[in-house]
């Protein structure tokens, strides 16, 4: 079966230092992963996703992350953090069925950005 | 551009009592998903329908039922509710074929339902 770890539940971090989010996934098949952000009281946006091809992915808000088959990772990144990303994000997988295509999701990292 | 709109946003309601949520997408998608957000849990699947006329359980269906009521709604009820069911719950659309797998989900704001 596919699916996702998200190793932290929490991640502080100073304004301008940069940030890793941690995702471990596992499958037995090829894999299409995504990170979602999710600000406060609102629906999730998708940040990023690697289908094929190049390792490392650039999603929106300069958050880029890179595929790891060896190491069944999937890591996000920023180089330096804003206020204003302070949300939770969720690391997922597709998962492809003959009815229908359907996601399955991390238990969420809360990344909370201090001045 | 409405995208997917769920309503209410709001709700509580007493153990027992019955309740739908409604959810409507304009986007033309065909697949339509109920999920649940808990505290430490993430997103679970409910349920969903990868096209008009057909529903599918996903991880955590019991106590729920849905419709799919054309293309455009699909809607979630609770017969009785229970304190369990207290959540946050997310409506979401998926376009067809190749468009899926580059955005996967589009999600409404979501229903914060609470079961005293």
């Known amino acids: 079966a596919q699916s996702v770890t998200q190793l932290d539940s929490q991640v502080p971090v100073f304004e301008e230092a940069p940030v890793e989010l941690r995702c471990n996934y596992s499958?037995?098949?090829?894999?299409?992963l995504f990170w979602y952000v999710q600000y406060p009281n609102q629906g999730l946006q998708l940040l990023l996703k690697?289908?094929?091809?190049?390792?490392l992915v650039k999603g929106i808000n300069g958050f880029e992350a890179e595929f790891n088959k060896s190491q069944t990772s999937f890591h996000l990144r920023k180089p330096s953090v804003h206020i204003s990303d302070t949300a939770e994000y969720f690391c997922?997988?597709?998962?492809?069925?003959?009815?229908?295509?359907?996601?399955?999701f991390g238990t969420g990292t809360q990344l909370k950005v201090e001045l | 551009n409405a995208g997917v709109t769920q309503t209410p946003k709001f709700q509580v309601l007493k153990t027992g009592q019955s309740m739908t949520l409604q959810c409507a997408q304009d986007?033309?998608?065909?697949?339509m998903y109920w999920y649940r957000q808990d505290p430490g849990m993430g997103l679970r699947l409910i349920y969903y329908?990868?096209?008009?006329?057909?529903?599918d359980k996903g991880e955590v269906p019991n106590g729920y039922n849905v419709s799919r009521l054309n293309k455009r709604e699909f809607s979630l009820r609770l017969e009785s509710a229970a304190p369990s069911q207290t959540s946050v719950y997310f409506c979401?659309?998926?376009?067809?074929?190749?468009?899926?797998?580059?955005?996967?989900?589009?999600f409404g704001n979501g229903t914060r339902l609470t079961v005293t």
């Open positions: 979401a659309s998926s376009p067809p074929g190749a468009a899926g797998y580059n955005s996967p989900l589009h």
């Open positions: 499958s037995s098949v090829s894999v299409y």
């Open positions: 690697y289908l094929s091809g190049s390792t």
């Open positions: 997922a997988v597709l998962i492809l069925t003959g009815g229908g295509n359907k996601l399955t």
């Open positions: 986007m033309n998608h065909n697949s």
């Open positions: 329908s990868a096209s008009e006329g057909t529903t």
